[in-house]
T-cell receptor, first 110, second 113 residues
Framework: RKEVEQDPGPFNVPEGATVAFNCTYS??????FFWYRQDCRKEPKLLMS???SGNEDGRFTAQLNRASQYISLLIRDSKLSDSATYLC???????????FGPGTSLSVIP | DAGVTQSPTHLIKTRGQQVTLRCSPI?????VSWYQQVLGQGPQFIFQ???????GRGNFPDRFSARQFPNYSSELNVNALLLGDSALYLC????????????FGSGTQLSVL
């Protein structure tokens, strides 16, 4: 099993739709989790951090399920500008390397 | 404040050559990580340095090496380049070795012909 796996996508959704991505991780000792957004041929940029059960920032909600070892990202009222690849990132421990998933591609269509 | 800076932005090399990529972290950040990203895949961890010491190494051959300088800048070296080394090389800095938020540079696009 890979250390971090994500929904393969691509997700093609209309403007205004709600879309959710899942990310599973293998290391039960991981304490923090991150979602990054990456636009085509650009660097990843931090979208959200998740340290406890979840986090919400405007239209974006991240939830953590430690028992099942997955985190999800929910995007409400999708905008065209949300089109990007969303990367899940999990540090193995607080003092260890950060492992990225393969990413989930989202295209929001008019 | 300046973000993470990487140089060069683009590089074309031939098989067998050697390459050095450079990274300057955000001021005050002591940790630098290097990632390789092939088109369509997520970033793959190569190295992490904190306070000039190697703290983590990914599954890359010994042709890949790195170091961190007293000013916390870093270099990634790749020897005996292969076609498969063609990728976007990303540098990320963070405040400490706690590997919290990573701030990425815009990367170096390496093409090996």
């Amino acid at each position: 099993r890979k250390e971090v796996e994500q929904d393969p996508g691509p997700f093609n959704v209309p403007e205004g739709a709600t879309v959710a991505f899942n990310c599973t991780y293998s290391n039960s000792a991981s304490q923090s989790f991150f979602w990054y957004r990456q636009d085509c041929r650009k660097e990843p940029k931090l979208l959200m951090s998740v340290y406890s059960s979840g986090n919400e920032d405007g239209r974006f909600t991240a939830q953590l399920n430690r028992a099942s070892q997955y985190i999800s990202l929910l995007i409400r009222d999708s905008k065209l500008s949300d089109s990007a690849t969303y990367l899940c990132a999990v540090p193995k421990t607080s003092y260890d390397k950060v492992i990225f998933g393969p990413g989930t591609s989202l295209s929001v269509i008019p | 404040d300046a973000g993470v800076t990487q140089s060069p932005t683009h590089l074309i090399k031939t098989r067998g050559q050697q390459v050095t990529l450079r990274c300057s972290p955000i001021s005050g950040h002591k940790s630098v990580s290097w990632y390789q990203q092939v088109l369509g895949q997520g970033p793959q961890f190569i190295f992490q340095y904190y306070e000039k010491e190697e703290r983590g190494r990914g599954n890359f051959p010994d042709r890949f090496s790195a170091r961190q300088f007293p000013n916390y800048s870093s270099e990634l070296n790749v020897n005996a380049l292969l076609l498969g080394d063609s990728a976007l090389y990303l540098c990320a800095s963070s405040q400490g070795h706690l590997n919290e938020k990573l701030f990425f540079g815009s990367g170096t696009q390496l093409s090996v012909l």
